[in-house]
Every structure is written in structure tokens, then in C-alpha cells.
């Protein structure tokens, strides 16, 4: 059973950074690729970034790349997502996914509980 804890949601003024985190438990505490989703009121969940089990890759949403970072903590197997230059769009709760063995991309097995981000204009 993976359980992912999420943390660092917040209220932030428009330009603000923001830095969230997500912890994962596995089995086997190996690296699987990981990754965060956001959901805005009203919309369906979209992909925002992944990171692959080794960090040697990442992949971002076009609307996140150049403001948002992606990195990881193998040895604690968390992942985080600084982000920088907040919009009001990216209001969302933001959740946090883990990939099958070996994967960093497509749709994770196990998802977190969801953190609520909101951006003030």
C-alpha cells in the first residue's frame, strides 16, 4: 500500500513563490517517478510535472514551464515542485501521483490527498 502525503498549500499574492512537498511510503522504498496534477474548480485534473526515479528527467505543462521547478529527495522519497511567478490560474488544488515502476509520465497509481493552492490577484 503507497500512501503520499502532501504539504505547503497555501494562500500566495500573484508573482509570489510557493513550494510544495509530497512524501511517499512504498514497500520496497525504491524510486518510482513522480509526479503533480492540479484541478481547478470546474475543470478536469491536468498534469502539470514529473520527475523520473533517478531526477535525469523531468517533463512540465506548457503552462508552468520556465516558472515551475521539479526536484526530488530519493532517500526521503519526496518530491517538490517550487513554484515561482504565480498567476491567479493557477489556483487549483494540486495533487501528488506516483508512476509505476520505471515510468514518469501517463497516469499514476496512487495519488495523494490533494493540497489547495490560491492565488490572489
Known amino acids: 500500500q503507497v500512501q503520499l502525503v502532501e504539504s505547503g498549500g497555501g494562500l500566495v499574492q500573484a508573482g509570489g513563490p510557493l513550494r510544495l512537498s509530497c512524501a511517499a511510503s512504498?514497500?520496497?522504498?525504491?524510486?518510482?517517478?513522480m509526479g503533480w496534477f492540479r484541478q481547478a474548480h470546474g475543470k478536469e485534473r491536468e498534469f502539470v510535472a514529473s520527475?523520473?526515479?533517478?531526477?535525469?528527467?523531468?517533463l512540465y505543462a506548457d503552462s508552468v514551464k520556465g516558472r515551475f521547478t521539479i526536484s526530488r529527495e530519493n532517500a526521503k522519497n519526496t518530491v517538490y515542485p517550487q513554484m515561482n511567478s504565480l498567476k491567479p490560474e493557477d489556483t487549483a488544488v494540486y495533487y501528488c501521483?506516483?508512476?509505476?515502476?520505471?515510468?514518469?509520465?501517463?497516469?499514476?497509481?496512487?495519488w495523494g490527498q490533494g493540497t489547495q493552492v490560491t492565488v490572489s490577484s
Open positions: 501521483g506516483i508512476y509505476p515502476r520505471g515510468y514518469y509520465s501517463g497516469k499514476p497509481n496512487y
Open positions: 512504498t514497500r520496497t522504498g525504491s524510486p518510482y517517478g
Open positions: 520527475i523520473s526515479g533517478s531526477s535525469a528527467y523531468t
